[in-house]
């Protein structure tokens, strides 16, 4: 039975504008609702809507969260009566407990449980769906940015870590020259990640240095901190000097890309690399600080849904003990030859200038620099931070909503 | 070493069992006089070769440029063992030569029982669940002053609160820096949006549901977070004389297993639908809008329990799961709720302590509170991470006994 109300004669004046609204209760549980002219209505799990009443016994309006008694909560709860109210665009809820809701239409359509919609949501607004790229393509979907209009305006800001999310990787140019620019491009968007390494890290060539980055070899293509559970997200690389010798240039590869090629073409080496679980380690100490990180995870991490959480490659930071059964350990190194080759293959190059900030994600990206000459006259000087993907989509979500662009 | 202190061994038995199964790896098998053998992957004692070229003591890892083409069919050309010396020598096809110490080798043996051990004893301690009416035994208490002066009381400390997932800290000053001082101990503070310590006291007008007087359902802390604060910690400075205010903890752990035992069904929604928790607001000058989507429990690849989430303020309106999965979800989480009451254990801290828990298991709670000027509670909060809490845990370790890896 559909429950309709019309406009009242006082409110007439509205009539043009305002689109019938009908509703009822389908199945004793669950509502619908139909606005006028619209070909499917909009149905709500009852449960649902009654946990999510927004009166001020449920709702705590300043901290924008239910208060709801939940010991006391009881799932089978039902709708009684329903109204709908042209007028102010909202729908009443009388229920078997003899509480009563209101909720409004805008705020019931942007909870829509229709497939799309929530599709939409999570794509627009939850976490931009990512893009992947091979190397050849790098040039196309480079994004460039001013620093100090990322520094200044909000809609830059948005555009860089939009494209920060969805490819991984984009570049500003422009900053100064200053140490303190990654701090402050970190607080433009919330703040620094801490690690073992402190907040800053400077990476320049050190005799006698306890991290392998921190040496002029050539340091090859790998994710950083992969032996963290909580593994920094992006990488931010201040370029204060760089090195005239030829040497010194960045090697980039979208590792999520790789996974797709191996989950395509060779889906017995993706399969191992997803399930084998490898120990991941740092033995060290800074600033008088011992530590000794272990992480076991596979090489491309899945979620339940099969989509790529995080890669981990680092040849220098995977432990000697391997904890995994010995006839898995053979087929592995073989799977992950072949990730670490169709990497390389895959690799672009190119070398930062004093000034550029480069920034990527390192939950999915590999990185790595080529060697090159370090003496007096020929230093390389890169300030780096980590921010995490957590503060960085809440801050994207929060200029989406002010400036559009994403649906709340 | 000279080569006559070489021993060569016995030919393979495995040899023979390699050529009619060409898909077995290739192994190296070790005698140790002083237990089984040991069996090794050549492959994987190439990529472990100890020499200067492939390993750097300094920062105690591989060099990488084997790596640049690694070619998986090296083969052991040539392998024998320095009985008194414990050292295995191997020369490779590939004209390297490798020798490793017995002592090295044993460490990461293979076999099942020495990887169990590792894991265990080094990797990660050990969970032991526990119910709320069993609390009071495993309920210990450590002295701040020894934790910050002994490296053996800290090594307990943080063994017990990896096992346990619940340690209470005793007799710490009245002050303000308390948190500081034991996370510096630890490592270091794991900063959130709420900045890096925050101040639990009633607050009219909070923009965060802990700060009102009000009862405070089981939770876990920013369940919106994908890296979800590890190990929460909670100063009592001044505890409300009236009779609220009485901390609750549950180990959500084993609410999980009486439910993958009891209900299966229910069990399996709360791991499978995937829930949106958030937390919209401003601290400071930053404004935030953190969700995260996960399930209320959440399995490792191997089915145990890494995670749970709940709160009931911080999970989203916006519920981005089909329709027809709303109403079953709603019956699971509210008999894991009625799980978590039963089998929950109540306290109430005193002025000077701090209590330290695993936010990734446990869910804690208080109840309300009479908040009046004369009748104040306030708690210092702050959070570690388990990255950072499980690395100090191994350096202890190594520390205090010398057969450690």
Same mark, same amino acid.
Request: charged share 25%; hydrophobic share 35%; glycine share 6%.
């Given at each position: 039975?559909?429950?309709?109300?019309?406009?009242?004669?006082s409110a007439?004046?509205?009539?043009t504008?305002?689109?019938?609204i009908?509703?009822?209760?389908v199945?004793?549980?669950?509502?619908?609702?139909l606005?006028?002219?619209?070909?499917?209505?909009?149905?709500?799990?009852?449960?649902?809507?009654?946990?999510?009443?927004?009166c001020?016994?449920?709702?705590?309006g300043s901290s924008?969260?239910?208060?709801l008694?939940?010991?006391?909560?009881?799932?089978?709860?039902?709708?009684?009566?329903?109204?709908?109210?042209e007028?102010?665009?909202?729908?009443?809820?009388?229920?078997?407990?003899s509480?009563?809701?209101?909720f409004?239409?805008?705020?019931?359509?942007?909870?829509?449980f229709?497939?799309?919609?929530?599709?939409?949501?999570l794509?627009?607004?939850?976490?931009?769906?990512?893009?992947?790229?091979?190397?050849?393509?790098?040039?196309?979907?480079?994004r460039?940015?001013?620093y100090?209009?990322?520094?200044?305006?909000?809609?830059?800001?948005m555009?860089?870590l939009?494209?920060?999310?969805?490819y991984?990787?984009?570049l500003?140019?422009?900053?100064?020259?200053?140490?303190?620019?990654?701090r402050?491009?970190?607080?433009?968007?919330?703040?620094?990640r801490?690690?073992?390494?402190?907040?800053e890290?400077?990476?320049?060539?050190?005799?006698?240095?306890?991290?392998?980055?921190?040496?002029?070899?050539?340091?090859?293509?790998?994710?950083?901190?992969?032996?963290?559970?909580?593994?920094?997200?992006?990488?931010?690389?201040?370029c204060?000097?760089?090195?005239?010798?030829?040497?010194?240039s960045n090697m980039?590869?979208?590792?999520?890309?790789?996974a797709?090629?191996?989950?395509?073409?060779?889906?017995?080496?993706?399969?191992?690399?997803?399930?084998?679980?490898?120990?991941?380690?740092?033995?060290?100490?800074?600033?008088?600080?011992?530590?000794?990180n272990i992480?076991?995870?596979?090489v491309i991490c899945?979620?339940?849904?099969g989509?790529?959480?995080?890669?981990?490659?680092?040849?220098p930071?995977?432990?000697?003990?391997?904890?995994?059964?010995?006839?898995?350990?053979?087929p592995?190194?073989?799977s992950?030859?072949?990730?670490?080759?169709?990497a390389?293959?895959?690799s672009?190059?190119?070398?930062?200038?004093p000034?550029?900030?480069?920034?990527?994600?390192?939950?999915?990206?590999?990185?790595?620099?080529t060697?090159?000459?370090?003496?007096?006259?020929?230093?390389?000087?890169?300030?780096?931070?980590?921010?995490?993907?957590?503060?960085?989509?809440s801050?994207?979500?929060?200029l989406?909503?002010?400036l559009?662009?994403?649906?709340? | 070493?000279?080569?006559?202190?070489?021993?060569?061994l016995?030919?393979l038995?495995?040899?023979?069992?390699?050529?009619?199964?060409?898909?077995?790896?290739r192994?190296v098998?070790?005698?140790?006089p %002083?237990r089984?053998?040991? #069996?090794f /992957?050549?492959i !994987? $004692? &190439?990529?472990?070769?100890r020499?200067?070229?492939?390993f750097?003591?300094?920062?105690?890892?591989?060099?990488?440029?084997?790596?640049?083409?690694?070619?998986?069919?090296v083969r052991?050309h040539?392998?024998?063992v320095?009985?008194?010396?414990?050292?295995?020598?191997i020369?490779?096809? %590939?004209?390297?030569?490798? #020798?490793? /110490?017995?002592? !090295? $080798? &044993?460490?990461r043996?293979?076999?099942?029982a020495n990887?169990?051990r590792y894991?265990?004893e080094?990797?990660?301690?050990?969970?032991?669940?526990?119910?709320?009416?069993?609390?009071?035994?495993?309920?210990?208490?450590?002295?701040?002053q020894?934790?910050?002066?002994?490296?053996?009381?800290?090594?307990?400390?943080?063994?017990?609160?990896?096992?346990f997932g619940?340690?209470?800290?005793?007799?710490?000053?009245?002050?303000?820096?308390?948190?500081?001082?034991?996370?510096?101990?630890?490592?270091f503070?794991r900063?959130?949006?709420?900045?890096?310590?925050f101040?639990?006291?009633?607050?009219?007008?909070?923009?965060?549901?802990?700060?009102?007087?009000?009862?405070?359902?089981?939770h876990?802390?920013?369940?919106?977070?994908?890296?979800?604060?590890?190990?929460?910690?909670l100063?009592?400075l001044?505890?409300?004389?009236?009779?609220?205010?009485?901390?609750?903890?549950?180990?959500?752990?084993y609410v999980?297993?009486?439910?993958?035992?009891r209900y299966?069904?229910?069990?399996?929604?709360?791991c499978?639908t995937?829930?949106?928790?958030?937390?919209?607001?401003?601290e400071?000058?930053?404004?935030?809008?953190?969700?995260w989507?996960?399930?209320?429990?959440?399995?490792?690849?191997?089915?145990?329990?890494?995670?749970?989430?709940?709160?009931?303020?911080?999970?989203d309106?916006h519920?981005?799961?089909?329709?027809?999965?709303?109403?079953?979800w709603?019956?699971?989480?509210?008999?894991f709720v009625?799980?978590?009451?039963?089998?929950?254990?109540?306290?109430?801290?005193?002025p000077?302590?701090?209590?330290?828990?695993?936010?990734?298991?446990?869910?804690?709670?208080?109840?309300?509170?009479?908040?009046?000027?004369?009748?104040?509670?306030?708690?210092?909060?702050?959070?570690?991470?388990?990255?950072i809490?499980?690395?100090?845990?191994?350096?202890?370790?190594r520390?205090?006994?010398?057969?450690?890896?």
């Open positions: 039975m559909w429950v309709q109300r019309f406009l009242s004669r007439g004046q509205l009539k504008f305002s689109r019938q009908s509703v009822r209760i199945n004793e549980t669950n509502i619908e609702v606005e006028e002219n619209d070909r499917k209505p909009l149905t709500f799990p009852g449960v649902w809507l009654r946990d999510n009443c927004l001020e016994d449920c709702f705590h924008k969260s239910r208060k008694d939940w010991d006391n909560f009881d799932t089978r709860i039902r709708p009684v009566t329903l109204e709908a109210n007028v102010t665009k909202e729908v009443k809820v009388k229920w078997s407990d509480h009563e809701s209101s409004s239409l805008d705020w019931l359509k942007e909870r829509s229709q497939k799309e919609r929530q599709k939409d949501y794509r627009e607004f939850y976490r931009p769906a990512t893009k992947h790229w091979s190397g050849a393509e790098f040039q196309e979907i480079a460039h940015f001013s100090e209009e990322v520094m200044s305006q909000d809609s830059v800001l555009q860089w939009q494209a920060l999310a969805v991984g990787v984009a500003l140019r422009n900053a100064p020259l200053d140490e303190g620019v990654v402050r491009l970190a607080e433009r968007v919330g703040f620094i801490r690690t073992t390494y402190g907040e890290f400077v990476v320049q060539a050190k005799p006698g240095a306890q991290n392998f980055a921190y040496l002029s070899l050539p340091l090859p293509l790998h994710t950083d901190l992969p032996y963290y559970e909580y593994k920094p997200s992006v990488n931010i690389l201040h204060v000097v760089q090195t005239d010798s030829p040497g010194g980039l590869v979208d590792g999520f890309h790789i797709d090629i191996l989950r395509r073409d060779h889906p017995e080496d993706f399969e191992r690399l997803c399930r084998v679980v490898v120990d991941w380690n740092d033995i060290g100490s800074e600033d008088g600080r011992e530590f000794h992480w076991r995870a596979p899945l979620d339940a849904e989509r790529y959480t995080r890669v981990n490659h680092s040849v930071q995977r432990d000697s003990h391997f904890n995994v059964p010995l006839a898995e350990v053979l592995w190194y073989e992950y030859a072949r990730f670490v080759r169709l390389i293959a895959d672009h190059a190119f070398k930062t200038r000034g550029d900030v480069l920034t990527f994600n390192n939950i999915r990206l590999l990185h790595g620099r060697g090159y000459d370090d003496s007096e006259q020929n230093p390389r000087y890169i300030v780096g931070a980590y921010l995490d993907w957590d503060i960085i989509y801050r994207l979500r929060v989406k909503k002010r559009g662009g994403g649906k709340i | 070493m000279t080569q006559a202190d070489r021993r060569d016995v030919s038995p495995l040899e023979s069992a390699l050529l009619q199964e060409q898909d077995q790896p192994l098998w070790v005698q140790d %002083d089984q053998d040991m #069996q /992957p050549d !994987w $004692l &190439r990529d472990n070769c020499c200067k070229e492939c750097l003591p300094q920062t105690l890892s591989r060099l990488p440029q084997l790596w640049n083409s690694l070619d998986t069919s052991v040539r392998q024998s320095d009985a008194a010396q414990e050292i295995l020598y020369e490779w096809s %590939d004209g390297h030569a490798s #020798q490793y /110490p017995f002592s !090295w $080798l &044993r460490e043996d293979f076999s099942s990887r169990r894991l265990r080094f990797y990660r301690p050990e969970q032991k669940l526990w119910s709320g009416r069993d609390f009071e035994e495993i309920r210990k208490v450590f002295c701040y020894e934790l910050i002066s002994c490296d053996s009381a800290l090594q307990q400390w943080l063994l017990h609160l990896a096992t619940v340690a209470l800290v005793k007799n710490a000053p009245l002050e303000m820096d308390v948190l500081r001082r034991l996370s510096n101990r630890v490592g503070m900063r959130t949006t709420y900045g890096e310590e101040s639990v006291r009633a607050q009219p007008g909070a923009s965060n549901y802990a700060y009102l007087a009000a009862p405070l359902p089981l876990t802390d920013m369940p919106y977070f994908e890296y979800l604060p590890g190990v929460t910690m100063h009592t001044e505890q409300s004389a009236s009779p609220g205010g009485v901390n609750l903890l549950t180990d959500a752990f999980a297993e009486v439910m993958r035992e299966p069904e229910q069990f399996r929604v709360l499978q995937p829930v949106d928790w958030a937390d919209i607001g401003s400071g000058d930053l404004q935030f809008h953190n969700i989507r996960a399930p209320v429990i959440n399995l490792d690849a191997e089915g145990r329990c890494v995670r749970i989430n709940h709160s009931i303020p911080q999970r309106s519920f981005s799961v089909p329709l027809e999965q709303v109403r079953p709603y019956e699971a989480m509210a008999t009625g799980l978590a009451h039963e089998h929950s254990s109540g306290f109430k801290t005193t000077g302590d701090v209590l330290t828990f695993d936010n990734l298991r446990l869910v804690h709670g208080r109840t309300g509170y009479d908040d009046t000027d004369r009748n104040v509670r306030h708690i210092l909060g702050a959070f570690v991470d388990w990255d809490v499980y690395s100090l845990l191994r350096v202890l370790r520390a205090s006994s010398p057969d450690a890896p």
